[in-house]
């Protein structure tokens, strides 16, 4: 900018710009919080046990089981639980950076802060937490696994049923 003195119209053109520039930003930040709001990504583990939905927070908002979790130990389901949630928060993260690019753009500080923040909420902060579990390795016996001439399965606490 430079020091000379503006004329009345050259001062109102420069506001009037000025605040053209604030209100699309305004508005680009209510449709970058409204696209935010209804934002909810779902994932399905790999072995097809768990179906988790999470909100634009990254709460976990929606949980469904299927019937692959009696065929393993519950310390690989609550595995698989968890590894599939930081999955979905993965996901609800790199399209909250396209929400961000698509509103407000990449260039200014603010969207860089908020992209970063948003980044450092939803990302696990280390690989070793998005290692999925071992899909077989845990798997307990079922009732159909059990043969006819082992009565011994009926009581044996091993046996999730």
Same mark, same amino acid.
Do not use: C, H
């Given at each position: 900018?430079?020091?000379?003195?503006?004329?009345?119209?050259?001062?109102?053109?420069?506001?009037?710009?000025?605040?053209?520039?604030?209100?699309? #930003?305004?508005?680009?930040?209510?449709?970058?919080?409204?696209?935010?709001?209804?934002?909810?990504?779902?994932?399905?583990?790999?072995?097809?046990?768990?179906?988790?939905?999470?909100?634009?927070?990254?709460?976990?908002?929606? #949980?469904? #089981?299927? $019937?692959?979790?009696?065929?393993?130990?519950?310390?690989?389901?609550?595995?698989?639980?968890?590894?599939?949630? $930081?999955?979905?928060?993965?996901?609800?993260?790199?399209?909250?950076?396209?929400?961000?690019?698509?509103?407000?753009?990449?260039?200014?500080?603010?969207?860089?802060?908020?992209?970063?923040?948003?980044?450092?909420?939803?990302?696990?902060?280390?690989?070793?937490?998005?290692?999925?579990?071992?899909?077989?390795?845990? $798997?307990?016996?079922?009732?159909?696994?059990?043969?006819?001439? *082992?009565?011994?399965?009926?009581? *044996?606490?091993?046996?999730?049923?």
């Amino acid at each position: 900018m430079d020091d000379r003195v503006l004329n009345p119209d050259e001062a109102r053109q420069r506001m009037e710009a000025w605040k053209g520039r604030i209100d699309r #930003l305004a508005a680009d930040t209510r449709t970058m919080s409204d696209r935010f709001q209804q934002l909810q990504v779902t994932r399905k583990d790999r072995d097809g046990m768990a179906e988790v939905t999470v909100d634009s927070t990254g709460s976990l908002v929606g #949980l469904r #089981l299927t $019937r692959e979790i009696e065929r393993s130990s519950p310390d690989v389901v609550a595995a698989t639980i968890m590894s599939t949630i $930081r999955a979905a928060k993965a996901e609800l993260a790199d399209r909250s950076q396209e929400i961000i690019a698509d509103t407000i753009g990449t260039e200014s500080p603010a969207a860089r802060a908020i992209a970063e923040r948003i980044g450092n909420q939803l990302r696990p902060r280390d690989d070793s937490a998005d290692t999925p579990p071992p899909p077989a390795q845990n $798997r307990r016996a079922t009732a159909a696994d059990a043969t006819d001439d *082992d009565p011994g399965d009926e009581y *044996d606490p091993k046996v999730w049923r």
